[in-house]
């Protein structure tokens, strides 16, 4: 199985400031790498998928980026409603993997 | 708009089985995999496996092979059924479905007690 392991597991920032959270994969998974939004008591969201590609609807401060095997997700001005837990998975192969998750709390 | 609504909280004993429903509305259901996830209190997500409506054929991440179906019936719903229940198999399990490799779409959750 490919593994996933996000960095950090949390982090507190403040409102405007850029958040940063990294995932590595220990095998390749060439650009089948997405990530998720999921808030307590909520389904998960799709924010980025196929490293780059932001879903419709999501705000643009959301970015993904990077290449085998370490990939980011940046929020550009982190806003109040992004707190929540973010994980990535890759799709590559089956089984599809996810990220331990990486908790973003508001300083 | 594209749907997944789930069937709701089930409380099984150990041992038993339980079944989850996803019925799927506003998108052509035989065009895009359901994947199975699942989050255990205090975890992350775990992936369990999908189901191609189209074909029928399925895969499973290996610690569920044996314990684990995944089915679908009138081109709107799918199910996944989850026997031998242990007590950490306690968990909030979500249908969501497969576009370019993604989940972009997911249900509602099902919450799923195992308690004797």
């Known amino acids: 199985d490919i593994q996933m392991t996000q960095s950090p597991s949390s982090l507190s920032a403040s409102v405007g400031d850029r958040v940063t959270i990294t995932c590595r994969a220990s095998q390749t998974v060439g650009l089948f790498l997405n990530w998720y939004q999921h808030k307590s008591g909520k389904a998960p969201e799709l924010l980025i998928y196929t490293v780059n590609s932001l879903q419709t609807g999501v705000p643009s401060r959301f970015r993904g980026g990077g290449s085998g095997p370490d990939f980011t997700l940046t929020i550009t001005s982190l806003q109040p409603e992004d707190v929540a837990t973010y994980y990535c998975q890759q799709t590559y192969s089956i089984p599809h993997t996810f990220g331990q998750g990486t908790k973003v709390e508001l300083k | 708009q594209a749907q997944l609504v789930q069937s709701g909280a089930e409380m099984k004993k150990p041992g038993a089985s339980v079944r989850v429903s996803c019925k799927t509305s506003?998108?052509?259901?035989?065009?895009?995999?359901i994947n199975w996830v699942r989050q255990a209190p205090g975890q992350g997500l775990e992936w369990m496996g999908r189901?191609?409506?189209?074909?029928?054929?399925t895969h499973f991440a290996e610690k569920f092979q044996g314990r684990v179906a995944m089915t679908t019936d009138t081109s709107i719903s799918a199910y996944m059924e989850l026997t031998g229940l242990r007590f950490d198999d306690t968990a909030v399990y979500y249908c969501?479905?497969?576009?370019?490799?993604?989940?972009?779409?997911w249900g509602q959750g099902t919450l799923v007690t195992v308690s004797s």
């Open positions: 969501a479905r497969g576009y370019l490799g993604a989940c972009d779409i």
């Open positions: 189901i191609d409506p189209s074909s029928g054929d």
């Open positions: 506003g998108y052509i259901f035989t065009g895009y995999y």
